[in-house]
């Protein structure tokens, strides 16, 4: 093992012969608690390509992307930098050795000027030790040239759209004179224009040798800017091939190539009325005109990639974000619902994506995480809350949903997320719903809870509740629906039957 | 299975941890404190610190006031929130409720005509005051969606600005002897004990209580669970300026008088007591049992000063040390919970 600097000398120097691939790993593994993101994975970039990493949601891209721009270090395997094998500490170690990576939120600070955020931690100085504006201007100006970017380096980063701020960030990483450039999904908020000047500065940095690792969604861009791509799933390493040999249908084919081993207690129950209708369905920016019926005892699975506006849809739905137009029906009448507790009041109940920070009350204990929605309406008589009748039922509850705990005064962070869900579903099963919204109900928990959780919601849907279900688990959606609605990029791509909903129909309308 | 009995382990020992009221560490704190200051007195002064009846009422007296104020603070800590208007809004409504409670016999009343007034009106315009107060603070804050922080610290300057405006800097005196009755004796600690439990009850059984937590503990969650976040937080902060303006009836009562600089820096003694009582400045946790405790302990730190003859100057500096050793116990605990 060889220390950065010592390593950013020894590239200084030439010294280093060219090796065959720019960046590469072998054998990388790397586990989360309760997960195996990453299994025996490699990868590797040859000089001047652009290099694409395909996957469905969890395959493991964003976790490689990690370990190679040092953000995460690799439980086992090796990254070889140019041959040499390296171990990165950090990001900034990875920037030092020629590894600059383009996140999607962007990291650039809004209050400082274009040239400042590229040059900071290497601003030019003068004689006095002050920094020097003059030459770090010039210098950014140069860059930009370069570059082919038009752009004021004195401008407000926070003055800056979206694609310029993107702009910026490359700018930044190539001013690390960087051999490697990883881009993460760099064109999900850019206009098409947008997109075709990134992929012109692309093709110039490939031209100048440098690699580019590139993470994407989106087919087209795979045959319009990648010499090469990886596939990955399930924390595994599919295949690598070049983007000429291949056509749409064998990458999707990569992509979800498994087979549905788990099974799921799919009954069919009878189904009834329509519940809830959605018309035209809007907010501004983030879906538009998102149109469905769910019927009492009907479970619609609700796919699409992540950013797809799954779950922009169920927030408006559930009043969290109002919607800018269309119209919701709940047994035929028009509501409107501008807020969650309105969602309560019509007997609707969301249980979200991210359980720690819209779900769990981490701090307070099981019944109080249990009882909060349901105190909306009902156990509380003067603003007292029948406490004694409320614990007899959310015991009740508990036992029902099977939670593992000694007791309810349990606080709710000290159990798994198996168990913490089932909490929370606890907490929306009180108000007896009759729309029930799940986002992402299994992520993240073990097989187990897994199941007991897809047998609650079939006895929910034989009770009668319509029920949306989202998630990014292509098996848990063909396999609990009775149909699908697939979206992408904010739009409604197509709603399937349970008998024409495969794998690689759905992947084709959620990747376009 | 060494891991699963460890879980085991784990869990049973935060069991019985939890049989103990929480506020019986805070409360040794308390007997430890009177006790070094029991010792220190039989040393240097050759008197008892606690066998005086006395001087444990007047400890008690002295901090009823900062108690008042500490309930409805805790109220504003447990959402998450701060209120640092507290020790103006008690200079303020000391200075309007004064103002109503005049005698005939006094020669320069503010109001000529409005003297001798039934003692309920002095009182309710103070509360009522107190508790606009405390409403322009949570309507800030929750429209506006400014930081609580500043939201009270503009309420701060403000309202001592209109307790100044309003006689223009004079005292108001010649209060009559039913309102200054509120103030003498034991009645400022009954208002604080009676205050104390109901905040108490609200908080524990009632779906104002529960709904307090849920914010504090998380906002989003307590936003999707239907809770109407808003409006909840002013009726939060509008208790706690009310509670604000009967601490400065009650203040404008002991003092027979009321002048534009009254409760300076109350709002820091409330808070400190809160920390202390245990109340957590991330919010979803706290009691007002622990805030009594706190207050007291306040309470017991002043007066233990006096009686041992120790110079001002380092009972504020104490002071100061203890409220950061407070926080810095609750950070800690918060710490060692997360790993």
Same mark, same amino acid.
């Given at each position: 093992?060889?220390?950065?600097?010592?390593?950013?000398?020894?590239?200084?120097?030439?010294?280093?012969?060219?090796?065959?691939?720019?960046?590469?790993?072998?054998?990388?593994?790397?586990?989360?608690?309760?997960?195996?993101?990453?299994?025996?994975?490699?990868?590797?970039?040859?000089?001047?390509?652009?290099?694409?990493?395909?996957?469905?949601?969890?395959?493991?891209?964003?976790?490689?992307?990690?370990?190679?721009?040092?953000?995460?270090?690799?439980?086992?395997?090796?990254?070889?930098?140019?041959?040499?094998?390296?171990?990165?500490?950090?990001?900034?170690?990875?920037?030092?050795?020629?590894?600059?990576?383009?996140?999607?939120?962007?990291?650039?600070?809004?209050?400082?000027? +274009?040239?400042?955020? %590229?040059?900071?931690?290497?601003?030019?100085?003068?004689?006095?030790?002050?920094?020097?504006?003059?030459?770090?201007?010039?210098?950014?100006?140069?860059?930009?040239?370069?570059?082919?970017?038009?752009?004021?380096?004195?401008?407000?980063?926070?003055?800056?759209?979206?694609?310029?701020?993107?702009?910026?960030?490359?700018?930044?990483?190539?001013?690390?004179?960087?051999?490697?450039?990883?881009?993460?999904?760099?064109?999900?908020?850019?206009?098409?224009?947008?997109?075709?000047?990134?992929?012109?500065?692309?093709?110039?940095?490939?031209?100048?040798? %440098?690699?580019?690792?590139?993470?994407?969604?989106?087919?087209?861009?795979?045959?319009?800017?990648?010499?090469?791509?990886?596939?990955?799933?399930?924390?595994?390493?599919?295949?690598?091939?070049?983007?000429?040999? !291949?056509?749409?249908?064998?990458?999707?084919?990569?992509?979800?190539?498994?087979?549905?081993?788990?099974?799921?207690?799919?009954?069919?129950?009878?189904?009834?009325?329509?519940?809830?209708?959605?018309?035209?369905?809007?907010?501004?920016?983030?879906?538009?005109?998102? $149109?469905?019926?769910?019927?009492?005892?009907?479970?619609? @699975?609700?796919?699409?990639?992540?950013?797809?506006?799954?779950?922009?849809?169920?927030?408006?739905?559930?009043?969290?974000?109002?919607?800018?137009?269309?119209?919701?029906?709940?047994?035929?009448?028009?509501?409107?619902?501008?807020?969650?507790?309105?969602?309560?009041?019509?007997?609707?109940?969301?249980?979200?994506?991210?359980?720690?920070?819209?779900?769990?009350?981490?701090?307070?204990?099981?019944?109080?995480?249990?009882?909060?929605?349901?105190?909306?309406?009902?156990?509380?008589?003067?603003?007292?809350?029948?406490? =004694?009748?409320?614990?007899?039922?959310?015991?009740?509850?508990?036992?029902?949903?099977?939670?593992?705990?000694?007791?309810?005064?349990?606080?709710?962070?000290?159990?798994? #997320?198996?168990?913490?869900?089932?909490?929370?579903?606890?907490?929306?099963?009180?108000?007896?719903?009759?729309?029930?919204?799940?986002?992402?109900?299994?992520?993240?928990?073990?097989? #187990?809870?897994?199941?007991?959780?897809?047998?609650?919601?079939?006895?929910?849907?034989?009770? #009668?509740?319509?029920?949306?279900?989202?998630?990014?688990?292509?098996?848990?959606?063909?396999?609990?629906?009775?149909?699908?609605?697939?979206?992408?990029?904010? =739009?409604?791509?197509?709603?399937?039957?349970?008998?024409?909903?495969?794998?690689?129909? !759905?992947?084709?309308?959620?990747?376009? | 299975?060494?891991?699963?009995?460890?879980?085991?382990?784990?869990?049973?020992?935060?069991?019985?941890?939890?049989?103990?009221?929480?506020?019986?560490?805070?409360?040794? !704190?308390?007997?430890?404190?009177?006790?070094?200051?029991?010792?220190? #007195?039989? %040393?240097?002064?050759?008197?008892?610190?606690?066998?005086?009846?006395?001087?444990?009422?007047?400890?008690?007296?002295?901090? $009823?006031?900062?108690?008042?104020?500490?309930?409805?603070?805790?109220? !504003?800590?447990?959402?998450?929130?701060?209120?640092?208007?507290?020790? $103006?809004?008690?200079?303020?409504? /000391?200075?309007?409720?004064?103002?109503?409670?005049?005698?005939?016999?006094?020669?320069?009343?503010?109001?000529?005509?409005?003297?001798?007034?039934?003692?309920?009106?002095?009182?309710?315009? @103070?509360?009522? +005051?107190?508790?606009?107060?405390?409403?322009?603070?949570?309507?800030?804050?929750?429209?506006?969606?400014?930081?609580?922080?500043?939201?009270?610290?503009?309420?701060?300057? $403000? /309202?001592?600005?209109?307790?100044?405006?309003?006689?223009?800097?004079?005292?108001?005196?010649?209060?009559?002897?039913?309102?200054?009755?509120?103030?003498?004796?034991?009645?400022?600690?009954?208002?604080?004990?009676?205050?104390?439990?109901?905040?108490?009850?609200?908080?524990?059984?009632?779906?104002?209580?529960?709904?307090?937590?849920?914010?504090?503990?998380?906002?989003?969650?307590?936003?999707?669970? &239907?809770?109407?976040?808003?409006?909840?937080?002013?009726?939060?902060?509008?208790?706690?300026?009310?509670?604000?303006?009967?601490?400065?009836?009650?203040?404008?009562?002991?003092?027979?008088?009321?002048?534009?600089?009254? @409760?300076?820096?109350?709002?820091?003694?409330?808070?400190?007591?809160?920390?202390?009582?245990?109340?957590?400045?991330? &919010?979803?946790?706290?009691?007002?049992?622990?805030?009594?405790?706190?207050?007291? %302990?306040?309470?017991?730190?002043?007066?233990?000063?006096?009686?041992?003859?120790?110079?001002?100057?380092?009972?504020?500096?104490?002071?100061?040390?203890?409220?950061?050793?407070?926080? +810095?116990?609750?950070?800690?605990?918060?710490?060692?919970?997360?790993?």
């Amino acid at each position: 093992m060889v220390s950065p600097t010592t390593m950013a000398a020894v590239r200084a120097s030439g010294a280093i012969p060219n090796a065959e691939y720019l960046l590469s790993a072998e054998g990388v593994r790397k586990e989360f608690p309760g997960v195996v993101a990453l299994d025996d994975v490699e990868f590797k970039l040859k000089r001047g390509t652009v290099h694409a990493l395909m996957g469905e949601n969890g395959a493991g891209k964003s976790t490689l992307m990690k370990i190679l721009a040092g953000i995460y270090t690799p439980d086992q395997g090796e990254v070889l930098l140019k041959g040499q094998k390296i171990r990165l500490q950090s990001p900034l170690d990875a920037l030092e050795n020629g590894i600059a990576m383009i996140h999607q939120e962007l990291n650039l600070m809004p209050f400082m000027t +274009v040239a400042e955020n %590229i040059w900071i931690r290497r601003e030019p100085k003068n004689r006095f030790g002050f920094v020097d504006h003059g030459e770090m201007h010039r210098k950014t100006a140069a860059l930009f040239k370069r570059l082919n970017i038009v752009m004021d380096p004195e401008t407000q980063v926070r003055d800056l759209s979206v694609a310029n701020r993107q702009m910026v960030e490359i700018a930044k990483a190539v001013s690390y004179e960087s051999d490697v450039l990883i881009m993460d999904e760099p064109t999900s908020a850019l206009t098409e224009r947008e997109v075709e000047h990134l992929f012109t500065i692309i093709r110039d940095l490939r031209a100048q040798g %440098i690699g580019i690792v590139y993470i994407t969604h989106k087919m087209n861009e795979l045959f319009e800017i990648a010499d090469e791509f990886s596939v990955f799933r399930d924390g595994k390493y599919i295949g690598t091939h070049a983007s000429t040999d !291949v056509t749409r249908d064998d990458i999707i084919r990569m992509m979800v190539g498994r087979e549905i081993t788990q099974m799921f207690p799919k009954e069919e129950v009878p189904i009834g009325d329509v519940i809830l209708s959605v018309k035209n369905l809007t907010l501004k920016g983030v879906f538009h005109d998102v $149109s469905f019926d769910v019927r009492a005892g009907e479970i619609l @699975g609700l796919a699409g990639l992540v950013g797809s506006g799954r779950s922009n849809v169920a927030e408006t739905i559930f009043g969290v974000t109002p919607a800018s137009s269309g119209t919701i029906e709940i047994n035929g009448k028009p509501v409107n619902i501008d807020s969650p507790n309105t969602a309560i009041r019509h007997r609707m109940a969301f249980l979200t994506e991210d359980r720690k920070d819209t779900g769990c009350l981490l701090i307070l204990d099981i019944l109080e995480n249990m009882q909060i929605a349901v105190l909306q309406d009902k156990f509380v008589k003067n603003g007292f809350v029948a406490e =004694r009748e409320l614990t007899r039922v959310c015991e009740e509850m508990s036992r029902k949903l099977r939670v593992k705990t000694p007791n309810l005064h349990e606080r709710i962070e000290n159990l798994s #997320g198996g168990n913490q869900q089932k909490v929370l579903i606890g907490r929306w099963l009180l108000t007896h719903p009759r729309i029930l919204i799940l986002d992402e109900p299994t992520r993240g928990i073990d097989v #187990g809870a897994k199941a007991e959780i897809h047998r609650f919601v079939t006895e929910l849907a034989r009770d #009668g509740v319509a029920v949306i279900m989202i998630s990014s688990e292509m098996p848990e959606v063909l396999g609990m629906s009775d149909r699908v609605m697939v979206m992408h990029e904010g =739009r409604v791509t197509g709603i399937l039957d349970r008998a024409e909903a495969t794998q690689v129909k !759905v992947m084709e309308l959620a990747a376009q | 299975m060494s891991t699963n009995s460890a879980a085991q382990a784990q869990a049973a020992a935060q069991k019985s941890a939890r049989r103990l009221p929480p506020e019986l560490n805070i409360f040794l !704190v308390l007997i430890g404190i009177a006790l070094v200051y029991e010792i220190l #007195g039989w %040393i240097f002064v050759g008197q008892s610190f606690l066998m005086n009846p006395q001087r444990l009422t007047i400890i008690i007296l002295q901090v $009823s006031v900062i108690g008042i104020i500490a309930v409805g603070v805790t109220q !504003v800590i447990i959402t998450g929130g701060i209120d640092l208007s507290s020790g $103006s809004v008690v200079g303020m409504t /000391a200075m309007f409720t004064a103002s109503l409670a005049q005698a005939s016999t006094w020669p320069r009343a503010l109001y000529p005509s409005l003297t001798d007034m039934p003692v309920i009106v002095p009182v309710a315009l @103070g509360i009522g +005051v107190g508790l606009l107060a405390g409403f322009i603070n949570g309507q800030l804050i929750a429209k506006t969606k400014i930081p609580p922080f500043i939201a009270t610290l503009g309420m701060m300057v $403000s /309202a001592r600005g209109i307790s100044k405006w309003y006689t223009k800097g004079q005292p108001v005196s010649g209060l009559t002897e039913q309102f200054n009755f509120i103030g003498t004796g034991i009645w400022p600690v009954v208002i604080f004990l009676v205050v104390a439990v109901i905040f108490h009850i609200a908080l524990r059984y009632t779906r104002y209580g529960k709904f307090t937590y849920a914010i504090g503990a998380n906002v989003q969650a307590a936003r999707v669970s &239907g809770i109407n976040v808003e409006s909840h937080l002013v009726k939060v902060y509008a208790i706690a300026g009310a509670l604000a303006g009967l601490a400065g009836v009650v203040t404008a009562a002991r003092a027979q008088t009321a002048q534009a600089g009254m @409760g300076v820096m109350y709002e820091l003694d409330a808070i400190a007591a809160t920390v202390i009582g245990g109340t957590s400045l991330a &919010g979803g946790v706290g009691r007002i049992t622990g805030t009594v405790i706190g207050t007291v %302990i306040l309470g017991v730190m002043t007066s233990g000063f006096t009686f041992l003859r120790v110079d001002a100057f380092y009972q504020e500096i104490v002071k100061g040390i203890i409220i950061v050793a407070a926080v +810095v116990v609750d950070v800690y605990r918060q710490k060692k919970r997360k790993t």
